[in-house]
């Protein structure tokens, strides 16, 4: 759901599960999306990343999925771990007001819990 | 070698005083980017740098603030007459691509400076 705040929406799962962890973005003319994890302390971890010309785009254990007819992001964790237990960011390099370089815009962030 | 480093990791300052925070992006990264993260929110656009050219600084929120980068590299952000509001993390960030992030490019961050404003 959508929260404000220091309400961020949840996940919990439990270890070995899959996870899957949406974003919406809102600029139609972003053409670079990533995903950072983001661990307490710490700063943001660049995760993967993805062109707007790509539907889909695999790593280690990790898949980004994009649906540019309805702007929506996710990223989904296989066999997930303790150790993926974090915030995580989508970003978007929204190319407005004739910006010529890639300035990342944050979405809110979504918590994600993994119980053992 | 290592990653983007910044220091102080933690500052408290009272009202009214100067604050300023180092960044030391990662060797050869020609962009630099500065970040505010309120409690609880996704980082927030401050300024961009490319190399030692401020390009962007339409995300600074006031003139209280101020960045710069003068021989290309280390970067610093100044904050006179703190203010409560103030109160964040502050992120740096860099990539080795001239025209910031893009694929294939990622921005790098540090791990922050958490500023405290009594």
């Known amino acids: 759901g959508e929260n404000v705040g220091l309400h961020l929406p949840t996940l919990s799962v439990q270890e070995g599960d899959n996870s899957i962890i949406n974003c919406a973005y809102s600029n139609s003319a972003s053409d670079y999306f990533i995903w950072y994890k983001q661990e307490s302390g710490k700063g943001p971890q660049f995760i993967i990343d993805?062109?707007?010309?790509?539907d889909k785009r695999q790593g280690q254990r990790v898949t980004v999925l994009l649906n540019k007819t309805v702007k929506h992001l996710s990223l989904q964790i296989a066999a997930t771990q303790p150790g993926d237990s974090a915030v995580y960011f989508c970003a978007e390099n929204g190319l407005t007001g004739g910006t010529s370089y890639g300035k990342l815009t944050f979405g809110q962030g979504t918590i994600l819990t993994v119980h053992p | 070698g290592a990653g983007v480093s910044q220091s102080p990791r933690y500052k408290v300052a009272k009202r009214g005083q100067d604050v300023a925070l180092r960044c030391d992006p990662i060797?050869?990264?020609?962009?630099l980017f500065w970040y505010q993260q309120a409690l609880g929110q996704g980082p927030e656009f401050l300024t961009y740098f490319q190399n030692e050219a401020q390009l962007d600084k339409s995300g600074l929120p006031s003139d209280r603030f101020f960045a710069e980068r003068p021989e290309g590299s280390v970067s610093t952000l100044k904050i006179q007459r703190t203010q409560q509001e103030d109160s964040a993390v502050y992120l740096c960030?860099?990539?080795?691509?001239?025209?910031?992030?893009?694929?294939?490019?990622?921005?790098?961050f540090g791990n922050g400076t958490r500023l405290t404003v009594t």
């Open positions: 960030a860099s990539s080795w691509e001239t025209g910031g992030a893009f694929f294939g490019s990622p921005l790098h």
């Open positions: 993805i062109r707007s010309n790509m």
């Open positions: 060797s050869g990264h020609v962009s």
